[in-house]
């Protein structure tokens, strides 16, 4: 999965410091990400040294080892020889992974950062802290951190058939399993039971946790759940405004995939048959 970027280490932990020459800057125009490539194709991004003499603003955002990465803030028009802008789903094939990994976590903070430029609560003109990774009303006294949003992706399984669905209205076509977001007030486990419902019409039963995974994406955090059919009613009824079919296959039907979500990774799972039982 994306994360996983072993033996590479992620460092999130904030430090209030402006970056040296050397240092990479992530550069982001909406859903567009400032990307290059060296000889072999693989992923790279600016450094401080790009930027000479350009208006261009700091933020701190992570490393991995000992790679430091900064949000860049233009104030002009500028492109660095041998960057160009790309969609954010460059980063879904992008190689190496780490890289890659950088890349989007560093878009959903620069979101965050976007999304938070004034205060919500009296529209004053936010501040960054020093101390830790927030931004505060200088008038109103209101404080923001990064917030991410609890999701479910779920594997229903039935008579040795995995559900899978393809979204509605979405440039995204693929095969998927169920998913959705935790509502206030609901558990992790009542949500797979409400999505479920809401979207195919049916009960599940026999939930079994799976693992979890950082999804920057959609600024979420993802709980994978395999669990079975509750009772023989297999006859699907679809809410066909998030879903454009829905079904029942086989292993030998689910496409061979190496994606890096835990989507893909569950239904490898159920295709290879090591799936949690």
């Not at 660095?80 to 790309?86: D, N, Q």
Request: charged share 25%.
């Amino acid at each position: 999965m994306i994360q996983d970027i072993a033996p590479n280490v992620f460092h999130n932990e904030f430090h209030d410091r402006q970056p040296q020459a050397h240092e990479h800057v992530l550069v982001f125009d909406g859903g567009q990400a400032l990307v290059g490539y060296d000889q072999d194709g693989r992923l790279i991004f600016p450094t401080v040294d790009d930027f000479r003499d350009i208006d261009i603003a700091y933020t701190y955002l992570f490393a991995v080892d000992n790679t430091e990465y900064f949000l860049g803030d233009l104030k002009e028009n500028f492109t660095p020889e041998g960057f160009a802008y790309e969609n954010m789903e460059t980063f879904r094939k992008a190689r190496p992974l780490n890289r890659a990994f950088a890349g989007v976590t560093g878009h959903s903070l620069y979101e965050w950062y976007d999304g938070h430029t004034f205060c919500g609560k009296c529209g004053t003109p936010t501040v960054k802290d020093h101390k830790e990774r927030m931004v505060k009303c200088p008038k109103c006294g209101l404080v923001n951190y990064p917030r991410i949003s609890p999701g479910v992706i779920i594997a229903v399984i039935h008579d040795g058939k995995l559900l899978m669905s393809k979204y509605a209205g979405r440039g995204y076509t693929r095969f998927a399993l169920l998913a959705g977001f935790t509502e206030i007030g609901e558990t992790i486990e009542e949500t797979v039971h409400r999505e479920v419902m809401e979207e195919v019409g049916i009960r599940v039963k026999n939930l079994r946790f799976y693992k979890s995974q950082p999804w920057p994406f959609s600024n979420s955090l993802l709980m994978g759940f395999f669990c079975d059919l509750d009772g023989d009613d297999e006859d699907l009824t679809l809410d066909h405004e998030e879903l454009a079919m829905a079904g029942w296959y086989t292993p030998e039907e689910v496409p061979e995939d190496d994606g890096i979500s835990l989507t893909r990774e569950m239904m490898r799972m159920f295709k290879a048959g090591t799936y949690p039982r």
